[in-house]
């Protein structure tokens, strides 16, 4: 049964970390429905470790063009590599904002925003905004031509995802898209500012639960880790193919439905 919920916790933060519905969402309102834990914020962050694999696996040419690009002076290169400082610059807002709740208000995220309704609320809020960028002026800017002041927004828009129920993707892709990004770029730029941002929670996490985390059995805690990497290179390939000619719609609509079933069920 422990690896079933493992799987089970692995599968629906893979599917869901990198498509625009909330992992953290969908891992608390599945795991009731199914009858099984809620999986907490401290496993929940600790699980994302593999997301953070997929991430570096599916760029894993990108990152290894950096260091060939800079085989010299790597520490040069990296503090002039304009990418690496857009997401340095985008990664600031959530480490303030991360960082200030887990230091001086820790219990109103358990108690608060995890709430059912917190969630339901949240998810209908991010499918109006999903929406308006859906229906905004596609742009031309990308990875190359993009400025750092477009980082710094999308950085602020992502402290935001410390919300169950906004979806860090959802609100860093919608959020690029209407401060006219392409589409592709706008999802890239997306997943490569989520290395940070995804690493940094699941270490602050097993810093402040490490207690919690010495009671999780290693095999079956082994095998969700697992899971969560194959689901979420699954996601990531998924979500920039089907992005990049479909837009937002299908996810709107999901994200409308998700809100309401909540709604209608406290």
């Not at 891992?27 to 600790?46: C, F, H, T, W, Y």
């Not at 109006?128 to 031309?140: C, P, T, V």
């Not at 969700?224 to 299908?250: H, M, Q, R």
Request: cysteine-free.
């Amino acid at each position: 049964m422990e690896y079933l919920e493992f799987f089970l916790y692995g599968l629906i933060q893979g599917l869901t970390e990198f498509i625009p519905v909330s992992s953290t969402a969908h891992l608390k309102v599945i795991s009731l429905l199914l009858g099984i834990d809620d999986p907490g914020s401290s496993l929940s962050a600790i699980i994302q470790i593999g997301s953070i694999l997929a991430l570096l696996w599916y760029f894993r040419n990108d990152i290894f063009n950096l260091r060939s690009q800079s085989t010299n002076n790597l520490l040069y290169y990296l503090l002039h590599q304009r990418l690496l400082k857009s997401i340095l610059i985008g990664t600031i807002p959530i480490v303030v904002l991360g960082g200030s709740i887990k230091l001086f208000v820790p219990y109103f995220f358990e108690n608060i925003l995890r709430s059912n309704l917190s969630i339901a609320l949240a998810s209908l809020v991010m499918a109006i905004f999903m929406y308006l960028a859906e229906i905004s002026k596609k742009g031309s800017t990308n990875l190359k031509n993009h400025n750092y002041s477009d980082s710094f927004l999308i950085g602020l828009s992502q402290a935001f995802a410390i919300f169950p129920g906004i979806s860090r993707s959802g609100i860093t892709i919608s959020t690029a898209l209407v401060s006219g990004w392409e589409r592709v770029d706008a999802a890239k730029f997306s997943f490569i500012l989520g290395i940070p941002a995804i690493s940094i929670a699941a270490i602050v996490e097993f810093i402040f639960s490490f207690d919690e985390f010495s009671s999780f059995s290693f095999f079956p805690l082994f095998f969700g880790l697992a899971t969560t990497f194959v689901s979420s290179l699954f996601a990531i390939d998924f979500l920039i193919k089907y992005f990049s000619s479909n837009g937002l719609k299908l996810f709107i609509i999901y994200r409308v439905v998700f809100g309401l079933v909540i709604l209608l069920n406290l």
